[in-house]
């Protein structure tokens, strides 16, 4: 990018300014003997053109919307359309969250996020004993097609998009989204979203797993298969880093395996036969913005090169859709601190700003409360409201991608790509995803770098304001609470569904169901079926555990 | 006389939560405090806790949840030790909790609950000053 005569006078400037910057260091030092972000990279003071020397513009850095997509994945970015704000939500029953749902589009949200309940999240209905004690509590509880009718009533399907955060059961609550949809007048092909459906960041972080991951993938691969074919407008999956970050990984460490999981996501789908072109324009993806705020817009511009790059490279694409890495963000809660909770309104803020500068497609900002409880609503529409201040008032949304070119930002950029390759080419030869997590590599080396943080804030070498600096009482901040009749609500009208439903009918599809998957057809039809005929959750995730059996936590620290 | 032996101390993750990052943190700590430490791993119900609790012959229960069900998970694991006459098994917890919720868990006989930026030395001290091995 720039001149050799150039670079090299640059250099002797640069060495002057170094010694005399030392002779200024000796009387006053430096505030820390190193410098570095929260992941423990090492950052230099000053970085000049010498440090990209060797980057191309055109390879490495390039257009907005064209390969290798370092500035973003679309040509015009914010200036064209702003990213969709999509606050995650999911609280008590479908009826408290329908209501949440109406309550935030009313207040400008642009998209739908549904945030499950964990009985649903784990494929069990809420008159389980698994169940005790969580039905409502962590999100919303669906236990059968008509909590999902009732979720949904009054949101026009052919217009506002819905993310799903559904891992295991996805299928399921794909299939009833989709039949919702039909009765609303809506047709697959119009309906669009989003479901989380990767099982493989469960295992290595999430935790919330059902099968084996053999079996996983393959009720993964229907999906994909079946959205291509039948609802164009679905991202099939979305592979996410966010849980990865959240259980305590480095910045590096989430791309690295994120991306790693969608190499698995891309071999399996072809070894089921599709074409590249055919899937990948629907795979997208899902990344945490943590505090540290260069190195969070260094890793989204890595991850869009390191993307398209292996898609190009590795999978052959030829499709520029296929090359493109779109991403969900949703800010840190793991940064969030239960101590003087008000500050978290501010920590958002800034990693709303690294997502967005980072080039998001849609964002969650967490509310203040979020590190005691499910929302307030007053809360949520705090956290909307900083993504409408940074949206419309910042001035952030006129231009694309202002940090590209930056010294430090590209250098940066650079340095994150390069260390999650290394992993990368880690995990390959170990033999692939699978392959590292049944040997419990990423889970280690997530374990490892969360206690090693941990310990780095115990001992106030990182800073948390309020927690180990600054620390002083704060008054209790009201939390939302969970009314108890919610629950009895509930499994009453699962009782209800239980018996108006045509319960041979129930029993013919689930037969059906099971004898599919013994086979290998595809079962995306027959959940559908089923689940029109009010079977359960549970009921069709039992089928599920019988026929491929179930995963148990190895209990690894 | 011989030595005092090691506390024993069993993380247990009750409930469909699967948030473990604060489990296997505290369960290092632990470890490298001098204590013998068993994990339950995920997703345990309270009398699956109960029964590997006394089978292990722990002295104390560390309990984390972070999903809201503490108020049922963990009150009911007290309940079972009491049932099973294994209730000098001290339990506390930690996780996100609300700070009303609190007070119900030690009425409930939670010996004390651990919220989010407490450090790990703080806990390992709390553990050395109110845990003792049992007889």
């Known amino acids: ?557 | 006389m011989s030595p005092e032996r090691k506390i024993r101390i069993m993380v247990a993750k009750p409930g469909l939560n699967g948030h473990d990052r604060g489990a296997k943190i505290i369960a290092r700590g632990f470890r490298d405090a001098g204590f013998e430490v068993i994990y339950t791993g995920l997703h345990q119900t309270p009398e699956q806790i109960v029964a590997a609790a006394i089978e292990e012959d722990v002295d104390s229960i560390g309990l984390s949840s972070l999903a809201g069900a503490h108020d049922y998970l963990f009150p009911r694991v007290v309940e079972l030790l009491k049932e099973k006459g294994a209730d000098d098994i001290v339990v506390f917890g930690g996780g996100i909790i609300p700070e009303e919720d609190i007070s119900k868990l030690r009425d409930a006989g939670i010996k004390e609950v651990f919220t989010p930026g407490t450090s790990i030395g703080d806990t390992v001290n709390w553990v050395r000053r109110n845990i003792k091995p049992r007889k």
């Not at chain 1, 990209?52 to 257009?63: K, P, T, W």
């Not at chain 1, 039948?230 to 099939?236: I, L, Q």
């Not at chain 1, 996410?240 to 190499?263: K, P």
């Not at chain 1, 969970?482 to 009918?505: A, F, G, W, Y």
């Open chain 1, 1 to 557: 990018m720039f001149r050799e005569d150039h670079l090299k006078a640059i250099g002797d400037e640069e060495r002057r300014w170094t010694e005399d910057l030392s002779k200024i260091l000796s009387e006053v030092p430096e505030r820390l003997p190193r410098f570095s972000t929260i992941s423990d990279m090492e950052v230099k003071g000053l970085y000049t053109p010498k440090d990209i020397e060797n980057l191309d513009y055109s390879r490495d850095i390039g257009f907005p919307g064209v390969y290798p997509f370092t500035r973003g994945v679309q040509a015009s970015m914010y200036r064209g359309k702003i990213w969709t704000m999509r606050m995650f939500s999911g609280l008590g029953g479908p009826e408290e969250t329908n209501q949440r749902f109406h309550y935030l589009l009313e207040h400008g949200e642009t998209g739908l996020s549904i945030a499950f309940h964990y009985p649903t999240l784990m494929g069990y209905d809420s008159d389980s004993p698994m169940a005790r004690g969580e039905i409502g509590k962590c999100g919303v509880a669906v236990d059968t097609l008509k909590d999902m009718e009732i979720l949904l009533e009054g949101i026009p399907l052919e217009k506002v998009t819905t993310s799903m955060t559904i891992n295991p059961p996805a299928p399921i609550l794909l299939a009833m989204y989709i039949v919702v949809a039909e009765k609303q007048g809506v047709s697959k092909s119009q309906v669009g979203g989003t479901i989380q459906n990767d099982m493989l960041k469960e295992f290595i972080a999430q935790k919330t797993f059902m099968l084996p991951p053999q079996p996983s993938i393959r009720l993964i691969v229907d999906t994909i298969e079946y959205c291509t074919r039948e609802v164009p407008r679905w991202n099939t999956i979305s592979i996410s880093g966010y849980h990865i970050r959240e259980a305590g990984s480095t910045a590096v460490q989430e791309l690295a395996f994120t991306l790693a999981d969608g190499i698995a996501y891309v071999e399996a789908a072809l070894e089921r036969g599709l074409e590249v072109d055919y899937f990948a324009p629907r795979l997208s993806f899902f990344f945490d913005s943590h505090i540290d705020f260069f190195e969070e817009i260094a890793k989204f511009r890595a991850a869009r090169r390191i993307w398209a790059r292996i898609m190009k490279e590795r999978f052959k694409a030829k499709n520029p859709r296929s090359l493109m890495l779109r991403f969900h963000t949703q800010t840190a809660g793991c940064s969030l601190s239960a101590q003087q909770p008000y500050n978290n309104v501010i920590r958002t803020a800034y990693e709303a700003l690294a997502a967005v500068l980072g080039g998001t497609q849609s964002l969650h900002t967490n509310s203040l409360d979020e590190v005691y409880a499910i929302p307030t609503e007053e809360a949520a529409t705090i956290a909307l409201r900083t993504q409408q201040i940074l949206a419309e008032e910042t001035g952030v949304t006129n231009n694309i991608d202002p940090l590209g070119g930056s010294y430090f930002v590209e250098t940066l950029t650079n340095r994150v790509e390069t260390e999650a390759l290394e992993y990368i080419q880690k995990i390959d030869d170990m033999g692939g995803m699978l392959a590292a997590i049944e040997k419990g590599y990423p889970q280690a080396e997530i374990a490892q770098a969360a206690y090693q943080y941990q310990k780095l804030i115990d001992d106030a070498k990182k800073v948390v304001v309020g927690v180990n600096k600054y620390a002083t009482d704060h008054a209790p901040i009201t939390t939302w609470k969970m009314d108890p009749l919610i629950e009895r609500r509930q499994l009453k009208r699962l009782r209800e569904v239980k018996e108006m439903r045509n319960t041979q009918r129930v029993k013919d599809h689930l037969k059906e169901l099971r004898g599919a998957a013994e086979g290998d057809e595809n079962l995306m039809p027959h959940i559908i079926n089923a689940v029109r005929e009010y079977a359960t959750l549970q009921e069709i995730c039992d089928v599920f555990r019988e026929v491929f059996g179930t995963y148990t936590d190895p209990g690894m620290f």
